[in-house]
């Protein structure tokens, strides 16, 4: 083991975006408008699990340069400062589902309290909530309404029954792309002594989050949305007030301090955030991760989310000049990057399904909720991929 270890592959800092598709493979036979949902690998991302393998092939689990302990502390620093919270609050899991289950299973909440989520809200934040129907605690749904003024209306009406012992929401609504404020709804619930958990797989990435100013108890996302990481691996924030006392109801070989050392058993656990990492992981997936973030950072995590709104602004000017309407057309002012278009000035040519499926046929990837053809671009969009989209829409509408 003499030889010299490798280092990390750069990442051109792109001083103005031109050219950072060539990053995204996929960007050369399709365009894919669906980040919100999931993201190809980015060739930095493949580059470095091929510097990965090549250690591991010669040294295995002694990797000089990639060593899970040296990965670990680099996630969690790229997380901590998009997150603004401290390292030792974030966890790694496999998706949102299981550390929202973890997180849930795991704590008390008094009979006759409600838990609160979004009307419509994604399965991962409504499922593992349903146990607690069974214990004598209510589950229910507050509505979105049609902008986010409308919305913390709403949800002030429901905080102020003084039942609510959880609000569990997704600070970016999945199907619409509204985009809520945090910050008031963070305020909300101090007020009335509500606990704020959210789902931030549509928003870590995509929106500022600023855990310093949003009192949020715990919170699971996803790696694979605007992080730009891998299917199958997720990350849950546990605050340090929260982690007072906390045991998860699973306990696991990597659950205790020391776990290396397996006797004798230990009863001693891990802090909070570390609890929610079970066992051996998929190390493979914490290097693309690891990547994918090292990437973010080179460019600029608030610099990404600001060229996200711009493409996502380039989208919107283009489809409203083909007569199309948009549900952020209620709240012009709120930055979002998803695109959920809602009607076309000829309401018979709005048919979701149908121009969804022509777009595909054109190598043109989007999805469709709740009625509406949803677009979510990411960094690897840029303005001729714009103009393709114009073009088969165009075809679209000329056809009917």
């Known amino acids: 083991m003499s030889e010299s270890p490798s280092v990390f592959p750069p990442f051109p800092k792109f001083s ?13 036979e399709s365009v894919w408008l669906n980040y919100c ?3 190809p690998i980015s ?7 091929n510097v990965y393998l090549e250690e591991y092939a010669k040294f295995g689990i002694f990797t000089p340069n990639f060593s899970e302990p040296t990965i670990k502390k680099e996630i969690r620093g790229y997380l901590s400062e998009i997150l603004h919270c401290d390292p030792t609050e974030i966890g790694i899991v496999h998706n949102t589902s299981e550390g929202m289950n973890f997180y849930s299973h ?5 009979k006759g309290k409600r838990i609160l989520v979004l009307e419509n809200e994604y399965p991962s934040n409504v499922y593992p909530w349903e146990h607690w129907q069974n214990k004598g605690v209510t589950l229910g ?6 902008t986010p003024n409308e919305f913390l209306e709403n949800l002030k009406l429901e905080l102020e029954k003084k039942d609510v012992f959880i609000l569990s929401i997704s600070p970016v609504h999945w199907c619409t792309g509204v985009v809520f404020d945090m910050e008031v709804v963070s305020k909300l619930c101090e007020s009335f002594g509500t606990k704020l958990v959210i789902d931030g797989s549509q928003a870590v990435g995509h929106i500022p989050l600023d855990f310093s100013k949003i009192k949020v108890a715990f919170c699971a996302f996803a790696a694979w949305k605007w992080l730009l990481g891998p299917l199958g691996l997720g990350v849950i924030y546990i605050s340090k007030e929260e982690s ?5 109801v699973f306990k696991g070989q990597a659950s205790v301090v020391n776990d290396s050392n397996y006797f004798p058993y230990r009863d001693e656990w891990k802090p909070a955030a570390e609890q929610f990492e079970q066992s051996t992981i998929n190390f493979n997936d914490w290097i693309y991760f690891f990547a994918s973030l090292k990437m973010l950072s080179t460019l600029g995590f608030s610099r990404v989310q600001e060229r996200i709104y711009e493409v996502a602004g380039m989208l919107k000017d283009m489809l409203h000049g083909l007569g199309f309407t948009l549900e952020s057309d209620a709240f ?7 695109l959920a278009i809602t009607n076309h000035k000829d309401p018979k040519k709005f048919q979701p399904e149908a121009i969804q499926a022509h777009l595909k046929q054109n190598g043109i990837i989007t ?28 075809s679209y509408l000329e056809k009917l």
Do not use: C
């Open 244 to 248: 007072k006392g906390f045991q998860l």
């Open 141 to 146: 749904f507050v509505k979105v309404g049609n």
């Open 106 to 110: 795991s704590i008390q909440i008094p």
């Open 16 to 28: 103005n975006w031109k050219g950072i598709s060539e990053y995204f493979p996929v960007q050369k």
């Open 332 to 338: 012009p002012d709120v930055k979002t990057g998803i």
């Open 367 to 394: 999805a469709v909720r709740l009625g509406r053809l949803r677009m979510a671009p990411h960094i690897g969009i840029e303005e001729e991929h714009v103009n393709r989209v114009k073009t088969h829409l165009q």
């Open 37 to 39: 949902g999931t993201t």
């Open 43 to 49: 060739s930095y991302a493949i580059q470095m699990m």
